[in-house]
């Protein structure tokens, strides 16, 4: 977990003309916890505490958020009852997680959310930021409409699906945003997964076969981390902590095949040709696509060839052993 603290403004102000939140739990430092990190030290002054959290043992971790959420009130409380904030971007669940890793995971964000809810129930305006996953929960789903009820069809789904219900639940006593992603590819970077688009990339400019657990006519909506992170932290900085939930579906409305991909990143790469050794899994052949009316109003995502040719570029100036 990282705290950060905004020190914006030294002196304390009034909660009617403070809208930034003084101080952000941030809970998940991997692929989008990293990007939101950085995101939000690029807008803002913040300083930013790296506190270890024990995940593993749940008498430690409720100890352990107890006295993060002292320390969150007590940052509030400085700033004349500034409002904060509380972004969930943890777990090392993914597709094919377990129905145990899931339980675990679940039992983790309940007890984050519990924290969350003490806060505001004892006075302090607060919101929570929930990452989930349009994949997870529309998997196999054509063109998803804002009506559309999610159907996981994987323990990961439920998961996300379970987490979206808790935050749903806390909505009458914080402001709850849920962030639905659709398929999410990192940067060029050895720290942290980079997803199928930055793999093709590297591969690509490397001359090295890339093995693809899937079909290559599979339609995926691919958004960059980046994208992601920029947006978040935008809307953690100006959001509202009046009670009530915001649900958002982040996706480009272009759906892309993974034949389409390389030929998009062999333009990229200069017409080097892509060494691809495909594996079809019926699983992951599923189509998931977005309807453009579905996607939320304030989110602008990069072109996906303008978000490889950065990509490209950035390998070019670091690269990648």
């Given at each position: 977990?990282?705290?950060?603290?905004?020190?914006?403004?030294?002196?304390?102000?009034?909660?009617?003309?403070?809208?930034?939140?003084?101080?952000?739990?941030?809970?998940?430092?991997?692929?989008?916890?990293?990007?939101?990190?950085?995101?939000?030290?690029?807008?803002?002054?913040?300083?930013?505490?790296?506190?270890?959290?024990?995940?593993?043992?749940?008498?430690?971790?409720?100890q352990h958020l107890k006295t993060i959420g002292e320390q969150l009130r007590a940052t509030a409380g400085?700033?004349?009852?500034?409002?904060?904030?509380?972004?969930?971007?943890?777990?090392?669940?993914?597709?094919?997680?377990?129905?145990?890793?899931?339980?675990?995971?679940?039992?983790?964000?309940?007890?984050?959310?519990?924290?969350?809810?003490?806060?505001?129930?004892?006075?302090?305006?607060?919101?929570?930021?929930?990452?989930?996953?349009?994949?997870?929960?529309?998997?196999?789903?054509?063109?998803?409409?804002?009506?559309?009820?999610?159907?996981?069809?994987?323990?990961?789904?439920?998961?996300?699906?379970?987490?979206?219900?808790?935050?749903?639940?806390?909505?009458?006593?914080?402001?709850?945003?849920?962030?639905?992603?659709?398929?999410?590819?990192?940067?060029?970077?050895?720290?942290?997964?980079?997803?199928?688009?930055?793999?093709?990339?590297?591969?690509?400019?490397?001359?090295?076969?890339?093995?693809?657990?899937?079909?290559?006519?599979?339609?995926?909506?691919?958004?960059?981390?980046?994208?992601?992170?920029t947006h978040i932290a935008r809307r953690v900085r100006n959001g509202t902590t009046k009670p009530g939930r915001t649900v958002q579906l982040l996706a480009s409305g272009k759906p892309t095949s993974i034949?389409?991909?390389?030929?998009?990143?062999?333009?990229?790469?200069?017409?080097?040709?892509?060494?691809?050794?495909?594996?079809?899994?019926?699983?992951?052949?599923?189509?998931?696509?977005?309807?453009?009316?579905?996607?939320?109003?304030?989110?602008?995502?990069?072109?996906?060839?303008?978000?490889?040719?950065?990509?490209?570029?950035?390998?070019?100036?670091?690269?990648?052993?």
């Amino acid at each position: 977990m990282i705290l950060l603290e905004d020190h914006t403004a030294s002196e304390p102000r009034r909660e009617s003309k403070y809208t930034r939140p003084a101080a952000i739990a941030l809970f998940g430092v991997g692929l989008i916890g990293s990007a939101i990190h950085e995101a939000l030290t690029r807008a803002g002054n913040y300083s930013a505490e790296s506190v270890p959290t024990p995940w593993t043992d749940s008498v430690q971790l409720q100890q352990h958020l107890k006295t993060i959420g002292e320390q969150l009130r007590a940052t509030a409380g400085r700033r004349g009852s500034a409002p904060l904030a509380v972004v969930w971007s943890a777990g090392s669940a993914g597709f094919n997680a377990t129905p145990e890793a899931t339980t675990h995971e679940l039992a983790a964000f309940e007890a984050v959310l519990q924290m969350t809810r003490d806060i505001a129930r004892q006075g302090n305006g607060v919101a929570l930021h929930l990452v989930s996953s349009a994949g997870g929960l529309f998997e196999g789903t054509r063109l998803v409409e804002a009506n559309t009820a999610p159907s996981p069809q994987r323990p990961y789904g439920d998961l996300k699906l379970a987490q979206e219900q808790l935050a749903e639940q806390a909505a009458t006593q914080l402001h709850c945003t849920v962030y639905r992603p659709s398929s999410i590819f990192g940067s060029v970077s050895s720290r942290h997964r980079m997803g199928l688009i930055p793999t093709l990339v590297v591969n690509g400019a490397l001359n090295r076969v890339t093995t693809i657990t899937g079909d290559l006519a599979t339609l995926r909506d691919y958004v960059w981390v980046r994208d992601l992170a920029t947006h978040i932290a935008r809307r953690v900085r100006n959001g509202t902590t009046k009670p009530g939930r915001t649900v958002q579906l982040l996706a480009s409305g272009k759906p892309t095949s993974i034949a389409e991909a390389r030929t998009l990143i062999e333009r990229v790469l200069h017409n080097r040709k892509l060494l691809l050794a495909p594996q079809p899994q019926k699983q992951n052949a599923q189509h998931i696509t977005f309807s453009p009316t579905a996607i939320a109003p304030d989110w602008h995502p990069t072109a996906l060839e303008t978000s490889c040719r950065a990509l490209y570029q950035q390998w070019l100036q670091g690269g990648l052993a």
